[in-house]
């Protein structure tokens, strides 16, 4: 197979490996775009006044601090979740285990600020539970607020990340390691440390990596419960121009794409450390429970039912209860969906077709250059929606001029901030779908008189059209939660689902948000089966 493929790369850029130069100009122009918003923070950093003074403020190494502590946190409790819960669904005789296949992935679903919102509204002083509490003579509940709170809600929507790259790994995985290591004399607990985590290691590394840094380029939660992470007081101090407001975002936003990029370095050494084999066993015995049984179901059961049944039960009281004047100011309105939709569509068209370049020269070819330009598209993964929208608010108003002060290039801006952010994600699935196409087809094409354009438009391009939906899907699904970016950029009087149920909650009227969140939530549910479903996810 690597000679066939050593042989097409050969034949389509010449046996020097000479790079084909439409694909690498296309591939380097989209890589420039993507590193832009990198390439301003630094700048930014470096132009900023009075550099160690804001760096030795005592509140600089305290956000620092929260950030950080907030994404171990977070990455831990997903791990404590995540893992066993993965475990219970793949390899056990667990109640209900299909059911649970499925409920505990659907908090994917829900944006974590929703979820932030509704456990103040549930939890949180004057709320659900303190009413039904006070005629026992509860009068006061525990504080929501600060780090417990952001990291409990950020747990309950990002363990799902852990969960679900962790069981497709252990429905692969080869089940004859863990019956020779009992056959000779281990005990389970032992074969799980010796056989099972070095199997399942890199997906439980992929899974963490994302979910750090979901916790650390979050806004809407750390902003709801009050606690000064990384992305709140940026947000907070790029509106402060006249106190230096803006270098300290500047600064802080370096630290926190330093701290991402660390991340990813980290788990990138990490992820071919696993164990491999070429064999799969899905349908081996499952482990017996036993008397754990029920406990391992209802442990289950209750992680459902805080991350789905609560914010659903708070969604539907609010929106079964009396409307307020305030609807008309900050309700739902059909131009938020129409809105939403739009730009999210728009962002997806973008990033499928930016992906394509990129995706078929990193396939096609071997070269340094290819592979560059590939790890250099997901550096905008990297780089939180908050220190995109700051970047380019920064930019368009230092030379937008007249159009950056009228707000015509403010759509374009947010557009452009969605395909760089969430660009990796359309890469990913569209490379995939390219190595499933040899390189003799379009070279038959080539041969019967096609130029190379006509020949990927009519032969490459339909047979990797599910890859490239595929991908969309994942972009459209992402951009219409996105947050801090479409608060930072959104034209003036252009609203969407998640500015809508934002402004409402914001503006002290959190029941006219119901409807908004419900409505981006069924839509975040019929693209997450979507892309389920061309990923085949097994409830096996």
């Known amino acids: 197979m690597a000679t066939d493929r050593s042989t097409g790369i050969r034949d389509q850029f010449g046996r020097d490996g000479e790079l084909?130069?439409?694909?690498?100009?296309?591939?380097?122009?989209?890589?420039?775009?993507?590193?832009?918003?990198?390439?301003?923070?630094?700048?930014?950093?470096?132009?900023?006044?009075?550099?160690?003074?804001?760096?030795?403020?005592?509140?600089?190494?305290?956000?620092?601090?929260?950030?950080?502590?907030?994404?171990?946190?977070?990455?831990?409790?997903?791990?404590?979740?995540?893992?066993?819960?993965a475990y219970l669904t793949a390899r056990t005789d667990l109640p209900f285990r299909r059911a649970f296949a499925v409920l505990l992935a659907l908090p994917l679903v829900i944006p974590s600020?929703?979820?932030?919102?509704?456990?103040?509204?549930?939890?949180?002083?004057?709320?659900?539970?303190?009413?039904?509490?006070?005629?026992?003579?509860?009068?006061?509940?525990?504080?929501?607020?600060?780090?417990?709170?952001?990291a409990l809600v950020l747990t309950l929507y990002t363990y799902p990340y852990v969960f679900v790259t962790t069981r497709a790994a252990l429905r692969s995985m080869d089940t004859r390691l863990v019956d020779a290591a009992r056959t000779l004399g281990h005990a389970r607990r032992e074969?799980?440390?010796?056989?099972?985590?070095?199997?399942?290691?890199?997906?439980?590394?992929?899974?963490?990596?994302?979910?750090?840094?979901?916790?650390?380029?979050?806004?809407?939660?750390?902003?709801?419960?009050r606690f000064d992470a990384f992305t709140r007081v940026i947000y907070v101090a790029s509106g402060d121009a006249l106190g230096g407001g803006r270098d300290l975002a500047a600064l802080l936003s370096l630290q926190l794409v330093t701290v991402a990029l660390v991340l990813l370095a980290v788990e990138s050494r990490l992820s071919g450390a696993g164990v491999r084999s070429d064999r799969t066993d899905a349908r081996a015995r499952r482990v017996p429970l036993g008397r754990w049984r029920w406990p391992a179901a209802a442990a289950c059961g209750v992680v459902v039912a805080l991350a789905l049944a609560v914010p659903l039960a708070v969604l539907g009281d609010w929106l079964v209860g009396s409307r307020t004047v305030a609807r008309e100011v900050v309700g739902f309105t059909p131009a938020a969906v129409f809105n939403s939709v739009g730009v999210a569509g728009a962002a997806a068209l973008a990033a499928a077709l930016a992906s394509l370049p990129v995706a078929y020269l990193?396939?096609?070819?071997?070269?340094?250059?290819?592979?560059?330009?590939?790890?250099?598209?997901?550096?905008?993964?990297?780089?939180?929606?908050?220190?995109?929208?700051?970047?380019?608010?920064?930019?368009?108003?230092?030379?937008?001029?007249?159009?950056?002060r009228n707000g015509v290039v403010l759509l374009p801006l947010l557009v452009f901030a969605y395909v760089v952010r969430f660009l990796p994600q359309s890469v990913g699935?569209?490379?995939?779908?390219?190595?499933?196409?040899?390189?003799?087809?379009?070279?038959?094409?080539?041969?019967?008189?096609?130029?190379?354009?006509?020949?990927?438009?009519?032969?490459?391009?339909?047979?990797?059209?599910?890859?490239?939906?595929?991908?969309?899907?994942?972009?459209?699904?992402?951009t219409m939660r996105e947050l801090p970016a479409t608060l930072l950029l959104r034209p003036a009087g252009f609203e969407t689902l998640v500015t809508r149920l934002w402004t409402a909650y914001r503006a002290g009227y959190p029941a006219?948000?119901?409807?908004?969140?419900?409505?981006?939530?069924?839509?975040?549910?019929?693209?997450?089966?979507?892309?389920?479903g061309m990923e085949g996810y097994d409830l096996g």
Do not use: H, K
């Open 512 to 532: 006219e948000a119901a409807l908004p969140a419900l409505a981006l939530l069924v839509v975040s549910a019929a693209s997450m089966a979507v892309v389920f």
């Open 191 to 225: 074969a799980f440390g010796r056989v099972i985590a070095p199997q399942i290691g890199p997906a439980v590394g992929a899974g963490s990596l994302l979910s750090a840094l979901y916790a650390l380029s979050d806004f809407g939660t750390p902003a709801i419960m």
């Open 20 to 85: 084909p130069l439409g694909p690498t100009l296309l591939s380097g122009a989209v890589v420039a775009a993507t590193l832009f918003p990198l390439v301003w923070v630094v700048a930014a950093a470096l132009d900023a006044e009075g550099t160690l003074a804001l760096l030795s403020r005592p509140g600089t190494w305290e956000v620092f601090l929260n950030s950080v502590v907030l994404v171990v946190a977070v990455t831990a409790a997903c791990l404590v979740l995540g893992v066993p819960a």
């Open 429 to 478: 699935p569209t490379r995939a779908a390219f190595t499933q196409v040899g390189a003799s087809l379009p070279e038959a094409a080539r041969t019967l008189g096609c130029s190379p354009l006509r020949a990927f438009r009519r032969v490459t391009l339909p047979l990797v059209a599910s890859g490239v939906l595929g991908g969309a899907a994942l972009v459209f699904l992402t």
């Open 113 to 150: 600020y929703i979820g932030a919102f509704t456990f103040v509204a549930a939890f949180g002083p004057r709320g659900t539970l303190q009413d039904l509490l006070l005629p026992l003579g509860i009068e006061r509940l525990p504080s929501i607020y600060g780090l417990g709170g952001a």
């Open 362 to 404: 990193a396939n096609r070819s071997e070269s340094p250059v290819a592979r560059l330009f590939e790890r250099a598209a997901y550096v905008g993964y990297a780089v939180p929606g908050v220190v995109m929208g700051l970047a380019l608010v920064f930019f368009g108003a230092e030379y937008g001029g007249a159009l950056y």
